[in-house]
């Protein structure tokens, strides 16, 4: 690993959260008095670790100018896409006017507050030693069946190696310029970063992380979020 590589954090948040279904897309939803990605930017703006911080928001976005990281020195701003990988290809344009190809750029999604500090320090030590990326991750714990079209059993898909892929996903920024560019080329719509890397035929690392690093998806994931947060001594 280059020994000048820096850390970037590069935040989509340009969704519209239709499976939430609120009037506001979920990551400026109040959160214990703040706005969910306030919580996210809360972990990245200030940290030794992290160089900056660039956030991807939609063009229509009417929510980003109140939050408090808004004027914040190590946060800038870039034009979100039509889908998730969308959003973060533009990102990682702005953010490689000032990084190197060879520079980290951990994704974190704007809707996941719960992201604890130790386990971003975790992924943080393991960069050290990767060299084509790692990402958070939790192996899966219960049974997972395989279904036909119209929901019966096809079969039960052993669950040893199975886990869900959560963010931070870190790449070096000049691989996931690549992997995110061939993947739009081959007219692919990768749900993670992690996704657009494996089909440049590589093996990123996986580590495991707190299972209470939850996306927001649904409105039940609010009250479970604010129980994390509590439940972490982060807010009262
Ligand atoms: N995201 C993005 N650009 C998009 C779509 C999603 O930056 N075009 C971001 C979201 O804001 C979110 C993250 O990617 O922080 C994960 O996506 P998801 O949970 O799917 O959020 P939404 O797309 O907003 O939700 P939904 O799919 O329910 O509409
Ligand atoms: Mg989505």
Redesign the pocket.
């Known amino acids: 690993m280059s020994p000048t590589a820096r850390h970037w954090v590069l935040?989509?948040?340009?969704?519209?959260?239709?499976?939430?279904g609120a009037a506001v897309?979920?990551?400026y939803l109040p959160l214990a008095g703040a706005m969910v990605i306030d919580h996210v930017l809360g972990l990245f703006a200030e940290h030794p670790a992290i160089s900056g911080c660039v956030v991807?928001l939609?063009p229509e976005d009417g929510y980003w100018a109140d939050s408090l990281y808004a004027d914040h020195p190590r946060v800038r701003r870039a034009v979100?896409?039509?889908?998730?990988c969308?959003?973060?290809a533009n990102a990682l344009e702005t953010l490689a006017r000032e990084a190197d190809d060879d520079d980290w750029v951990l994704v974190h999604?704007?809707?996941?507050p719960c992201l604890r500090p130790e386990d971003l320090d975790l992924l943080l030590d393991v960069l050290a030693s990767e060299e084509v990326g790692a990402l958070l991750a939790v192996p899966v714990h219960d049974t997972v069946k395989q279904a036909t079209a119209d929901d019966l059993i096809e079969h039960t898909v052993p669950r040893e190696r199975l886990w869900r892929a959560y963010t931070p996903q870190a790449f070096k920024l000049g691989l996931l310029r690549r992997a995110l560019a061939e993947a739009e080329a081959s007219r692919m719509i990768v749900?993670d970063d992690a996704s657009a890397v494996e089909l440049l035929g590589l093996n990123p690392r996986l580590v495991e992380g707190r299972a209470d690093n939850i996306?927001?998806?649904r409105p039940d994931d609010l009250a479970l979020a604010h129980f994390f947060l509590q439940q972490q001594g982060r807010i009262c």
């Open positions: 935040i989509p948040a340009a969704g519209a959260g239709k499976r939430f897309p979920k990551q991807a939609s979100g896409g039509r889908e998730r969308h959003s973060v999604d704007a809707a996941r749900t996306k927001i998806t």
